[in-house]
């Protein structure tokens, strides 16, 4: 196609490519947000005395668990919440993909 338009390298780039490998990118994202969350959690139960990951396990040997649960409900959360929102960018970034306009919720 941009042969055919006689397109330089960088409108072939701008005009072609990113917006074709644009929904794989922006899946990509969101699918490494959810393992980057998960990994962050993991490494702060073993090795960080602060954050969230910690505070599951200080709850749990404490006998806390509803404490814990709460904190378990709270990462939840901001799973659905960090998604909606890569959601809600990729939505108004690939406006003109039919993929974005679907339920990928």
Same mark, same amino acid.
């Given at each position: +196609?941009?042969?055919?338009?006689?397109?330089?390298?960088? =409108?072939?780039?701008?005009?072609?490519? +990113?917006?074709? !490998?644009?929904?794989?990118? +922006?899946?990509?994202?969101?699918?490494?947000?959810?393992?980057?969350?998960?990994?962050?959690? +993991?490494?702060?139960?073993?090795?960080?005395?602060?954050?969230?990951?910690?505070?599951?396990?200080?709850?749990? =040997?404490? &006998? =806390?668990? =509803?404490? &814990?649960? !709460?904190?378990?409900?709270?990462?939840?959360?901001?799973?659905? !919440?960090?998604?909606?929102?890569?959601?809600?960018?990729?939505?108004?970034?690939? /406006?003109?993909? /039919?993929? !974005?306009?679907?339920?990928?919720?």
């Amino acid at each position: +196609v941009s042969r055919t338009l006689r397109l330089s390298r960088m =409108q072939t780039l701008v005009k072609v490519i +990113v917006p074709a !490998a644009a929904p794989a990118i +922006v899946t990509g994202c969101r699918l490494s947000m959810g393992l980057t969350l998960v990994m962050a959690i +993991v490494a702060e139960m073993i090795a960080n005395p602060h954050g969230l990951g910690y505070a599951v396990i200080s709850e749990l =040997q404490a &006998m =806390q668990p =509803q404490r &814990m649960f !709460a904190y378990v409900i709270f990462i939840g959360l901001l799973s659905i !919440a960090l998604n909606a929102g890569l959601l809600w960018v990729s939505r108004h970034i690939l /406006r003109s993909h /039919r993929w !974005a306009h679907a339920d990928h919720a």
